[in-house]
């Protein structure tokens, strides 16, 4: 059988990030373009840039307005829209309003791992918070979009009504915030190379082949059969 080298990608991101958003499609691209000998195992992790959200949320837009000191969000808005663009995706960020938590998304998340769905699962959040401007938070938009993605709607019901399932993605967060990881997205490539920010596609690929190049020369690379 033939074996394939084996990239691991560690992620941080949070739903609610624009740029975590397009951070993930612009690698995703990178992957779906890569030639079959490797085989990519990309891992997601929590992060929460606001993770005190009340119940129902908060008006974002004026959240942001009060962070930054700033009247006018369209310049901000058109810069991200723009990088959007470059990456193919139709982003208006005057669509969704509010900012809400995000621990329950997380949290399922986390449990996509073992069903192989964490990509998917991701991107369809990713899509409902930004292009459907659904609340994120609300049981029943979670349900409908994990029960697309390998979970039964009793999974999703057990999962997010369990307070040490949830706790559990809170200390995971907070471990990420602790460690070191000020901002996402945030990337890590095979424990050797990290890449902050929603980079071009092109640094993604140079990270990749290096990593490849360096698990070749020193013998440590990992193999699929």
């Known amino acids: 059988m033939t074996t ?10 949070d739903i609610a990030c624009p740029w975590c958003f397009i951070g993930m499609r612009r690698l995703q691209s990178v992957i779906d373009d890569w030639s079959d000998d490797v085989e990519f195992q990309v891992e997601h992790h929590a ?5 005190d959200l ?4 908060i008006d974002s837009h004026a959240e942001i307005s009060r962070k930054y000191g700033i009247s006018d969000l369209r310049p901000m808005f058109a810069r991200v829209e723009a990088a959007a ?5 139709d982003l ?3 669509k969704q309003k509010r900012g809400y938590s995000t621990v329950g998304a997380h949290t399922l998340l986390r449990h996509a791992a073992a069903r192989g769905t964490q990509g998917a699962l991701a991107d369809a959040l990713f899509v409902a918070y930004f292009m459907d401007a659904l609340d994120v938070s609300d049981r029943a938009v979670l349900t409908e ?9 009793d999974e999703v019901a057990r999962i997010l009504g369990d307070e040490g399932e949830l706790s559990i993605t809170r200390d995971e967060a907070r471990q990420a915030s602790a460690g070191g990881i000020t901002g996402v997205p945030f990337f890590i490539i095979d424990e050797r190379y990290s890449i902050s920010g929603a980079q ?4 993604f690929r140079e990270a990749i082949t290096l990593s490849l190049q360096a698990a070749g020369s ?3 690379a990992s193999a699929a059969r």
């Open 85 to 89: 663009r470059d990456t193919g995706m």
């Open 218 to 220: 020193d013998g440590t």
């Open 54 to 57: 009340p119940a129902g949320g």
């Open 92 to 94: 208006d960020l005057f």
């Open 145 to 153: 979009l994990a029960t697309r993605h390998g979970f039964s709607a």
């Open 4 to 13: 394939k080298n084996t990239v691991q990608i560690a992620v941080y991101s």
């Open 200 to 203: 071009p596609a092109e640094i």
């Open 47 to 51: 992060y929460m840039l606001n993770p």
